[in-house]
């Protein structure tokens, strides 16, 4: 089990920042893959960003440029900093985290947290 606290969600004007953080329950050096996704009102949940335990990371196409993933072992706490917002950034963000366990991928989600860009 892995559960995932997030904060730092807030209301921006556009082109601001905003540095969301999510800390999990057990030490990240046990937990394969972070990730966050998004949600805005009336569309389908989308993938943000995503590092592995390696530290690899990956980006939605449209959002590379602007939001930046990472991690710090030392305070089980996966960052993701989100630069020049754009109203459209609207969206509930959840911390995903993933560990797999033989050939079952168990996935476990955060509350969420609300991310509301003002234009």
């Known amino acids: 089990q892995v559960q995932l606290v997030e904060s730092g969600g807030g209301l921006v004007q556009a082109g601001g920042s905003l540095r969301l953080s999510c800390t999990a329950s057990?030490?990240?050096?046990?937990?394969?893959?972070m990730a966050w996704y998004r949600q805005a009102p009336g569309r389908q949940r989308e993938l943000v960003a995503g590092i592995t335990y390696g530290g690899s990371t990956m980006y939605a196409d449209s959002l590379k440029g602007r939001f930046t993933i990472s991690r710090d072992n030392a305070k089980d706490t996966v960052y993701l900093q989100m630069n020049s917002l754009k109203p459209e950034d609207t969206a509930v963000f959840y911390c995903?985290?993933?560990?797999?366990?033989?050939?079952?991928?168990?996935?476990?989600w955060g509350q969420g947290t609300q991310v509301t860009v003002s234009s």
């Open positions: 057990r030490t990240l050096s046990s937990i394969n893959n």
């Open positions: 995903v985290a993933a560990v797999y366990e033989g050939t079952t991928t168990y996935q476990y």
